[in-house]
């Protein structure tokens, strides 16, 4: 079968894009529901996360995107999260770098509402936000949404667990009636199914099943007699992951769980919802740049975490719902890589058990007891993070950064991983080994011409 994105109805420039950033196939979602997204129709979208499912609703909505003549968005993206939210205008800014002027705009609590009002009053083409947000500008009447043409309803199901399906039923009252309506969901409950009907005309329905999408190697290890946090300790131990998330239940149990995986010398991060947005932002950044080895969160993590080749995903506490855990384990094992999950079980507790047949199925038991408590020394992270103080707002560029370091400081292309350029503040992503000497370097040379201050990020 012919997966190439060639064989689309798409613009050459959008086939340009897609190659230059590595998007020579399609993934089975994409091939599946883009023909009838393109063709203007509904859709329902049955997939897990890692899919593709993001670049497949943001090559639709983008393609339908027309010179109206006025400065009301066209399409509208709801989800259930910050932190999904900025994840998928991410993906459709990537997707519209040669369209000119257009303008994604995020609509999310968390924020003060003031910007976005501004941002709103100079235009925007597509709007990507939670329903409680979007729905609070629609009453303040500072979003117009007469002129849309496409809603997308992404993780539908965890939006209707969120409580969110009055709001959601409440801006969906306020677009046209011949809008297009595209809905994704990891699982088809009746919940999923009901708000389909509501808002759909004769959807196509398009369904990606497990085996269809990357492997992920599912170990169940019993807490007897070592408890949990010992269990976890050997766990990490023995498979020793470049890149982990650790996921708790509570915060205060993601502080502890941190504050014990660092004293046996792993590289912790820790990313729970008592966190301000700005330090959850800056610690997702952290880790998606390699700074630290393990992430240990709570649930608000487990949807729109966009970080690559995350090796290893670990339930400390196991959810409540088969879903979650599904969603967690979508961490791991994207775009065609290989990934492990590990859950810490407690045996003499039967809902644990439960969860975990509804979501694997028949499992083998293994005993964290049975895994040496000699473990080697847990890997140092790759990379580290340099930040530098100027950004967007004195023009500093990705290249400039890369040339500074290389033709004037002297160090190679691959010792350089992921720059984020904020408007008064760069992150540098760089080896380990070379980044004190780049420090010095920065501190005491220029790039482009210009005197900045380095430090280590924390």
């Known amino acids: 079968m012919d997966t190439s994105f060639s064989k689309l109805n798409l613009d050459s420039a959008y086939l340009s894009t897609l190659d230059n950033l590595g998007y020579l196939q399609m993934t089975p979602i994409q091939a599946e529901a883009l023909p009838p ?46 932190e999904l939210a900025a994840q998928i205008a991410k993906e459709i800014r990537r997707l519209a770098t040669h369209l000119s002027n257009t303008k994604v705009l995020i609509l999310c609590g968390g924020h003060s509402i003031r910007p976005q009002i501004e941002s709103l009053s100079h235009g925007a083409d597509i709007i990507v936000g939670t329903p409680g947000r979007v729905l609070d500008h629609l009453e ?12 997308v309803l992404d993780e539908a199901d965890r939006m209707l667990d969120m409580g969110f399906f009055e709001d959601v039923e409440s801006i969906a009252d306020q677009t046209p009636m011949d809008r297009q309506t595209l809905l994704f969901s990891a699982t088809l409950n009746e919940e999923v199914e009901h708000l389909a009907d509501i808002f759909q005309s004769d959807p196509v329905r398009i369904s990606v099943q ?11 290890y019993s807490i007897e007699r070592l408890g949990r946090e010992e269990s976890l300790l050997r766990v990490m131990g023995h498979h020793r992951p470049k890149s982990a998330v ?5 915060r205060v149990t993601c502080d502890d769980v941190g504050e014990s995986l660092s004293r046996e010398g792993h590289s912790v991060l820790i990313l729970h ?27 608000v993590a ?26 967690r384990i979508g961490r791991t ?21 439960e969860v975990l047949e509804e979501a694997l199925g028949q499992f083998e038991i293994l005993y964290a007891k049975h895994l040496s408590e000699d473990y080697p020394r847990p890997r140092a992270p790759e990379m580290e993070t340099v930040e530098m103080n100027g950004g967007k707002k004195v023009k500093l560029r990705a ?5 500074a370091f290389t033709n004037d400081f002297g160090f190679s292309k691959s010792d350089i991983g992921k720059i984020k350029i904020l408007h008064y503040v760069t992150f540098v992503a760089v080896k380990r080994e070379i980044a004190k000497e780049l420090i010095d370097r920065i501190n005491y040379g220029k790039v482009k011409n210009r005197n900045f201050k380095a430090r280590h990020a924390t």
């Open 302 to 327: 487990a949807r729109g975490l966009d970080v690559e080749n995350i090796e290893v995903v670990v339930n400390y506490d196991l959810p409540k719902q088969a879903d979650i855990f599904t969603h």
């Open 399 to 403: 290249g400039d950064i890369v040339g």
């Open 333 to 353: 094992g994207r775009a065609g890589r290989e990934g492990i999950s590990i859950s810490l079980l407690d045996d003499r507790k039967s809902h644990h058990i």
């Open 37 to 82: 997204m393109l063709e203007g129709k509904d859709v329902i979208g049955h997939a897990q996360t890692g899919t593709g499912k993001t670049a497949a609703f943001a090559l639709s909505l983008l393609s339908r995107l027309e010179s109206t003549g006025e400065d009301y968005p066209q399409a509208l993206v709801l989800c259930p999260t910050r």
């Open 273 to 299: 919802g008592g966190m301000e947005q700005r330090d959850r932002n800056k610690t997702l950044m952290l880790f998606d740049q390699g700074s630290a080895c393990v992430l240990v969160a709570t649930d």
């Open 246 to 250: 650790v996921f708790c239940n509570m």
């Open 140 to 151: 303040r009447e500072t979003l117009n949404l007469d002129y849309l043409s496409t809603l």
């Open 210 to 220: 497990s085996d269809e999408i990357s492997p992920i190697q599912s170990k169940v």
